[in-house]
């Protein structure tokens, strides 16, 4: 690795472990989740929940071989009723995975659910969507793919982990932690590691390999909130900490950015969807038309007359 900061924050570096079928990411988010935290101001369980979902972004995404973006979505119908995160892969961008999110909620009910609500807590009940969209050229043909799931368990990994098992059916080890720090280095920091046993399900690849995955899963399992997120605590040291016994390689990570897509052309492109009397209801005081970009809260003004 050329950049001596690599694998400390904002990466998603893949893996192997020698000696058994098992492949996997590890993705930890610092100044990235604090810049895409800082544009709202979220109460700490709803940015903890979107943090877990922005790793669950990166970690999924980053294993896209394409140019695309993968969306992991949330809705409910409790304190919490949208959370979304969503990794872009734009070869464009020198492979840098593009990372934006966030949040709907509803404050009265929050304030009612204590201090550290669990993600089932604040959803109550709902699903969880992970969208795969191919950016394609008009010679490719490659479909949008869509697996959905009920929320289930305590946590955004409980349900990523249901996913996991309804749709991909391949033995996995998935852990999403997103903490806040005080004191020096203040701030948020998530992290995810995923673990998954390639042999293909049924073959006898996978009945040779039980032994080796099982203990694979429980060193994977043993990693803590304080590890995943620690920037002093590099990528590859933590990789080793888990798997030396049976030897793990460690690849050059992906460096991931935050984003946003939205644009005046694009606010626009909405905006003249609407009926004209509808328009008009939307126009403020100063005459103008105010838009703000869930995901970043840019705040676009729009020109009525314009729209024709
Ligand atoms: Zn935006």
Redesign the pocket.
């Known amino acids: 690795m050329n950049n001596p900061d690599a694998g400390k924050h904002d990466f998603s570096m893949p893996f192997q472990v020698e000696g058994a079928e098992a492949r996997g990411r590890l993705v930890r988010l610092g100044p990235v989740i604090n810049e895409i935290l800082g544009t709202h101001a979220y109460p700490d369980p709803v940015a903890r929940i979107l943090g877990d979902a922005l790793a669950l972004a990166a970690l999924m995404g980053s294993q896209l071989k394409f140019d695309g973006t993968l969306t992991v979505q949330a809705r409910g119908k409790g304190a919490l009723t949208m959370v979304v995160a969503d990794y872009e892969h734009n070869s464009d961008e020198d492979g840098v995975g593009l990372l934006r999110g966030y949040a709907q909620f509803d404050p009265d009910i929050l304030g009612l659910l204590g201090k550290s609500p669990s993600f089932m807590g604040m959803m109550k009940q709902g699903y969880m969507v992970i969208t795969i969209d191919p950016k394609t050229k008009p010679d490719q043909k490659m479909n949008r793919y869509q697996g959905v799931v009920p929320i289930e368990g305590k946590t955004v990994a409980d349900s990523a982990r249901a996913y996991f098992r309804s749709s991909e059916q391949i033995p996995t080890v998935l852990d999403l932690s997103t903490v806040k720090v005080e004191g020096q280095d203040a701030g948020w920091r998530a992290g995810g590691l995923l673990v998954q046993h390639l042999a293909a399900p049924g073959s006898q690849a996978m009945v040779d390999e039980k032994e080796n995955w099982t203990r694979i899963e429980a060193l994977a399992n043993t990693i803590s909130a304080d590890e995943v997120t620690d920037p002093n605590l590099s990528g590859h040291d933590l990789l080793f900490r888990l798997f030396h016994e049976d030897g793990v390689i460690a690849y050059d990570p992906q460096t991931l950015q935050r984003t ?3 644009s005046e052309e694009k606010i626009t492109a909405t905006l003249v969807q609407f009926g004209k009397d509808e328009l008009a209801d939307m126009v403020e005081p100063d005459g103008m038309i105010h838009a703000t ?1 869930q ?2 809260s ?1 705040l676009y003004k729009v020109d009525p007359q314009g729209l024709g």
Do not use: P
Request: with cysteine.
């Open positions: 946003c897509r939205c970009c995901f970043c840019a």
